[in-house]
Each structure stands twice: as C-alpha cells, then as structure tokens.
DNA sequence: TGAAATGTTGGGGCG
DNA sequence: ACGCCCCAACATTTC
C-alpha cells in the first residue's frame, strides 16, 4: 500500500528547482497535492499590494503549468489558511502537510497555529527553509541578540556554510493527485480591474523560467560591471531579480550557487568587484528578513523609538503626497523614478533611494506613507525590504542612514544621471533640455526653456518645495527629537 | 549607500 | 622683489 498523500502547501517559493517540502513529499513516494491559498487575513495588515499581485497571479499560472506537465495541476482556494488545509486533508485523507517556511510576523503566527491544529489531529507538519540562506536563528552576534549593523552582521554570515541547492534538486517525477480544482486562478481575483499593470507584461516574465533566465543572463556577463553600473539608472546594471526572489520563483542559495559556478574553473570566490558587491545585496535581503523576524513591529514603528515624536508636516488635502506619487514634484530624477515605478511596477534602487529621502526630508512626510505607497505599486513588493529600506530612509531603522544625511535630488541627479537620459526616458516633457538643465530646469533661462519645449508650470511644475530650505526645516525637525530623554 | 559650511593652501595678478 | 588679496582646489568639520 503507497503511503499517504501529502499536501505541499506553496506559499512564496513557486518553483520546483531548489524547493525542500516539494523534494521531500516526492521522495515519499505517495501522491502529492500541490495548493496555494489566497490568505488576506493570514497576511495581517499586509496583504500583497495590487502591483505585487499582477505578479503572483502571472507566476501562480506559470507554477500550474509546471505542475500539470507532472500530471496535476496547483489547487487553488481562497480563505483562511488553516481552515482550508484542514478540508484539504479530509478531502484527500492526507497524511502531511510539507511547506516552505515565511519569516514575516504573521507568517510566522499563521504557521505555528497551523503547525499546532495539524498536530492536534496527528497530521505531520512540517516548515522547510527555502527562502534565505540562513534561517534568522542561524545568525547571532557574541551576546547570543540579532546583529543590528550590516557590516559585522555579514562578515559573519560569510563565515558560515551556504546550503547547495543541488542537494535539493528538482523532482523528476511524483505520483500525481486527481483533485477537483474547484477554484480557478482567476477567481482569486489578483488582477486589478484597472489597465494600470498592461504595462508590466512588456518588461516582466513572471515565472520560473523567467527568473532563470534573468539570472542566466546577468551572471554570464552584466555582474563583472555591477559595481560599477549599478549606480546608473540609465543603464542595465542591476540583475532585476527582486520580484522573482521575493515570490520565490527562484532560491537564494541558486543565486549563490550561480555565482559560485561561473568561477569552478579558478576556484577563487567571489572573483570580482562586482560579485562581492552582488553577493553582499543578497547579504541586505538576508539582513532584511532578520531584522523583520527579530523586530516585528517595525512596518508600523520606528526601531529608534525616539522617533515617534518627529513633527512631520501637515500635508492638507495630501497635495505633497499626491504631487511625490504622480511624478510631479518638480524635482527631474525624483519624478522619473516615481514614473518608472507606476509605468512598470519597479523603480531602479539608486532612484529609490533619491525618491523615498525626497518625501521623508524634503516634504517632511511620514515614511510609513512612502511604505504604503511602494508596498501597493512595487512588483518586488516585499515586507522586510521595504522596511528596512524606508527605516534606513528615514534615519530610524537598524543601521540607518545618520539623520543628516540629506540627498540632494539635483547633485544626485547630476552624478547618476549625467546625460539625463533616465530622467528624459520618464519626464518626455523635459526631452529637450541639455544636461546642464535637466535636473535642475527652473534655473534656466525663458529662451533656453523656450527652445527646450518646456514651459514651467505648464508642462512640467516647478519645484513643490525650495531645497535649501526643506534641507534646513528637515535638519531642524531632527534637532527637535535629539538628545531628549 | 552625502551635502554644505568652513578651513587651508598655493598660484597668480597687482600695486 | 615683496606683500597683499583673490580665489580655485582641496581637506576637514559639521549638520
């Protein structure tokens, strides 16, 4: 008699390649019943934003066409997790359920609770690590606490062994389950209604394959420049891999291990700039994911609690915000980026960083506003980036940017944009102006405006808020919260 | 994974 | 020839 099905509840790991709680039920040797389940309210206060979602519903179709070729296809279902993983193993009379473990905080909640139901009614359950290269209890300093500064903390973690993902491998085959599909993909209901994410399909291949490929096609060449591109909007420098990383479409230790790869021959590793710097951002998604586990409260709260008394500004009627959100805020490089990420679900990271600084020290707003914001039109939306990112912003995370330092939106533009050709692709209307103008085209003169086509106020606004001045109210505001008991 | 203010130095114009 | 000033260029400090 071949023993029981297992259930392989997929979550944020939607590839076969590399994935341990699909590896471990195919060895079993019984059939397998793939499910996703659309949780909103197992995702607490977090539910996958709109941009993120277009994403997941594209990978989730790609997953099921995976799984069919083995046979049978993703189960899908919408509503409370435990409940319905609780139908499924009556329905099915598994005898397990395997799945990748999350280390968000409700992530976290939702699978003890699940673990401890399962239990109770002596199903097997069982959370494998997929998802970072070290599990966040892994990682500690000398006092036995989280590391809370990047440095030591990765210096550290070089020190210890990355798992190889071969040893995981990909299933070649697994006896399938015949289920009733019941729900379709498409009544999950993850696409927005508007047309606002057509856009994304044209830059996007959300799937497995599609995150191979990108990885193939950045560590057969583009990562020998990634230290030095990087920086450059303008240019392809990065690998793109957020989305795929945070839905799981391919692992960390894959990523690792491609980069291992390409040096076999020399056996020297990392043997570039450029990898060691490429390796150290897998090294922040680790720190990131960390940091979420051990300090759960930080999507709502500052770390440093002295924060919580900043006098951010009145925004009335939210026209700040909406004029940051919309691209029009009169200030090129930010507008650009915040173009790109409402046109394509992504903006370039240099470029975040401009923009986020931009609504947290130029226009005073809170960064939880900017999180949101981001949270709901980033394709990579991801809780423990996105955190640690607007904290380290804002100057109230672990291992944040000191409270002073203030981007200059035009020198920053001037140094990573030289030519403008970023700020050109996404404000068209600015397309006529020459480099010296265009990051700072208010300082030009009414004929040189004038031959570029730019008409300000009109076509392109005027800066919301005068730089110097936002500068000297942001410094004073941080004045304001410091050495108070 | 800054920028601006302030300080220092040294070349060159000039009386 | 000398001292003085200006100021770019660079370094340091401060926010």
Redesign the pocket.
Known sequence: MSPAPILVWFRRDLRLDDNPALAAAARRGGKVVPVYIEDRAGEGAWAAGGASRWWLHHSLGALDASLRANGSGLIFRAGDSAEVLGRLVAETGAGAVYWNRRYEPASVALEEAIMARLGSEAIEAAGFAASLLFEPKAVTNKQGGPFQV?TPYWRHCLELEIPDPVAVGRPDWWPAARLPRGETLESLGLLPGRDWADGFAARWTPGEQGARDALREFVSGRIDRYSKDRDFPALRGSSRLSAALHFGEIGPRQVWAAVKERNAETGVFPSSEGERRFLA?LG?REFAHHLLYHFSRTPEAPLRSEYERFPWAEDPGKRLLRAWQRGKTGYPIVDAGMRELWATGWMH??VR?IAASFLVKHLRLPWGEGARWFWDTLVDADLANNTLGWQWTAGCGADA??Y?????PV??GE?FDPEGAYVKAWVPELGGLSPAFVHRPWEADAATLDAGGVELGRSYPRPIVD??EA?RAA?AAL?SIKARP
């Not at 002073?404 to 200059?408: E, Q």
């Open positions: 990047f951002e922040w990271n240099r960083m940017a000191p002073f330092r203030i981007f200059n020198l920053q140094k730089h110097a500068r410094l004045q």
